[in-house]
């Protein structure tokens, strides 16, 4: 199974890297994984070679948060370009996480994210697609960090989600991850997500127009348009 790894999707990994005195290069090479990948723009990659590569930057680093810290370098979801601009052209921060959902597959074939109504608010459930991975850890915290990162750039610096499930066991220090995700964390869970309180989700995301709003759908419906295509060609 590949990923197409879209503009900026690996943003800040070299320089996170040589933040801890690493060679990334070096490394991409270890890991089996293409150099070019570290800094181009649009390049195929094997989702088992981003998630091989993740853990080893982990330990050669030394360490347990190496995804929570790419996320806080990278700052957000802007590496999703277009996808990103649709979210944040959304009305409320539930039709935000929505347009989030429903054109994921344009970023990545290899994880999932979907929306789970219930009780009092919705479960954002980030998900591996490929069964026979292993080592996720890395980018299922990665990929949960970017999200909560996004949405208090909208709901404040201090925002939290109701709490985080997580798949895999606890690590033994919990305060990054606490930091990135929330105080309440359930290890050992179903599934890997965030609850999203709904009082939240009707919270105002934008003040942007309709018609702009419109603009930017169209472009994602082109760029759905383009991966059918692709798709059918395969």
């Not at 890997?192 to 127009?209: K, Q």
């Amino acid at each position: 199974m590949k990923i197409n790894v879209q503009s900026g999707a690996l943003a800040g990994i070299a320089e996170l890297l040589e933040s801890y005195g690493q060679d990334p290069t070096a490394i991409a090479e270890q890991a089996g994984f293409p150099v070019e990948g570290l800094h181009s723009q649009a390049h195929t990659l094997e989702g088992r070679e981003i998630a091989a590569f993740f853990e080893l930057c982990a330990r050669v680093c030394h360490t347990r948060y190496f995804g929570v810290e790419l996320a806080q370098y990278q700052g957000g979801l802007q590496q999703l370009g277009t996808v990103w601009l649709l979210m944040r052209s959304a009305p409320t921060v539930g039709d935000a996480l929505k347009s989030l959902a429903e054109n994921f597959v344009l970023h990545t074939d290899i994880t999932s994210l979907s929306l789970k109504p219930g009780e009092g608010g919705t479960s954002v459930c980030y998900e591996i697609l490929d069964e026979d991975l292993d080592d996720e850890v890395q980018l299922i915290e990665h990929g949960l960090a970017l999200v909560c990162i996004e949405l208090r750039a909208r709901l404040g610096s201090h925002w939290q989600p109701e709490f985080a499930q997580l798949r895999h066991s606890a690590p033994y220090n919990l305060a990054p991850l606490e930091r990135a995700l929330g105080s309440r964390l359930y290890f050992n869970q179903d599934q890997h997500a965030i609850f999203v309180r709904d009082s939240d989700l009707a919270r105002t995301y934008t003040t942007s127009g309709e018609q702009q709003r419109a603009l930017i759908e169209n472009q994602v419906m082109q760029l759905k348009e383009g991966l059918n295509a692709q798709m059918i060609v395969k």
